[in-house]
């Protein structure tokens, strides 16, 4: 058998669902992810992005990327390990350690290469990685490319989580990685348990925040903040690709650790830097967060008025309570003809 076998059939159902009208993936949008957007030119609400705060579109930062770009080119012709770093980069990892009161932290290319470098470099052959059924496919695949030994517990099921760091070992490395807010339904995880277990059974904990960063905790610090547990947090990730408006990954967290990470990270020391303009944007992103605190009480009460909107139409919300606001259809085809609907 060909490996490109699978191909023909999977060309086939996309051609069909394409002739018939129901193919909704890769659409082109011609104008910026904003309010509303343009699409085969005409103009509709936006309700699928990531742009929680609304950056996207703010002169400020749109402004300190143009500069970036003036000043050091459109990229960096390296990784970070070599060339590849500078000190816009530098600038970026002190003050996302200061904002989260770590030691320290790395700025990455993408969200996706963060949370591959870290549980890849952090897991060995005798280690355990403990992580979530509903985990970011990121933190999946980073499991994939470490040595370690990966057990899956049921979502949000701390009896599961006990059960299964109860049996390993106690003398072996345990970490155990959970989406802070989970990227399909948006509830949150339940980090104050998960905190009292990680310590009860001596492992690590990393929490991925892409979408909890910016928009969650009193000064926008993510989920962790939310709890109020920044401190009991081991590593804290997130992504520059949602409230930040810009591209690239981080995590923070204690000194040495955070070093090993820097050093032993393939997706970092292989890959080419975060691009000036992403860096730049993502710099004035995070002043914006710190400064203008009513973007995140508007967006909670948007979120607030659109979940209590939705199920007053008896729509499936789940157990959301961020603006991640799945509609519950159960159903495939059901599901392509409510988006075409729209």
Request: glycine content about 8%; proline content about 3%.
């Given at each position: ?211 909890g960063v910016g928009v ?46 820097r050093h032993n990270a ?76 729209l």
């Open positions: 058998m060909d490996i490109t076998d699978k191909a023909q059939s999977y060309y086939n159902r996309v051609e069909m669902a394409k002739s018939m009208g129901y193919y909704p993936y890769f659409t082109p949008i011609e104008s910026v992810q904003d309010r509303r957007v343009k699409i085969m030119g005409k103009e509709v609400v936006m309700i699928g992005s990531n742009n929680y705060l609304g950056l996207t579109n703010h002169p400020k930062l749109k402004k300190m990327a143009q500069e970036a770009v003036a000043k050091y080119g459109t990229t960096c012709s390296g990784s970070r390990f070599l060339n590849g770093t500078l000190d816009i980069h530098i600038e970026l990892e002190r003050k996302l350690a200061e904002f989260f009161d770590k030691d320290e932290a790395i700025v990455f290319s993408t969200g996706f290469q963060t949370n591959l470098g870290i549980i890849s470099s952090l897991i060995g052959k005798d280690d355990y990685v403990i992580i979530d059924r509903e985990d970011h496919a990121s933190i999946v695949d980073g499991c994939r490319l470490s040595f370690g030994t990966i057990l899956k517990f049921n979502h949000n099921d701390m009896g599961d989580l006990e059960r299964i760091l109860k049996e390993i070992p106690v003398d072996k490395g345990k970490l155990i990685v959970v989406d802070g807010v989970f990227s399909m339904e948006g509830d949150l995880a339940r980090l104050p348990e998960i905190v009292d277990l990680k310590n009860k059974y001596q492992a690590r904990l990393l929490v991925d925040d892409a979408h969650l905790g009193e000064r926008g610090r993510g989920t962790c903040e939310h709890f109020d547990l920044l401190d009991k947090i081991d590593f804290i990730m997130g992504t520059f690709s949602k409230s930040f408006a810009s591209l690239g990954g981080f995590v923070v967290g204690d000194y040495k650790p955070i070093t090993y990470i393939r997706s970092l020391i292989f890959s080419a830097s975060m691009v000036p303009a992403s860096v730049a944007s993502a710099l004035g992103a995070l002043e914006v967060i710190k400064t203008e605190p009513e973007r995140r009480v508007r967006l909670k009460e948007i979120t607030e008025r659109m979940l209590n909107d939705y199920k007053a139409l008896g729509l499936d919300t789940g157990n959301s309570c961020t603006p991640i606001i799945p509609i519950i259809i159960g159903d495939d085809m059901k599901t392509f003809l409510f988006w075409k609907k």
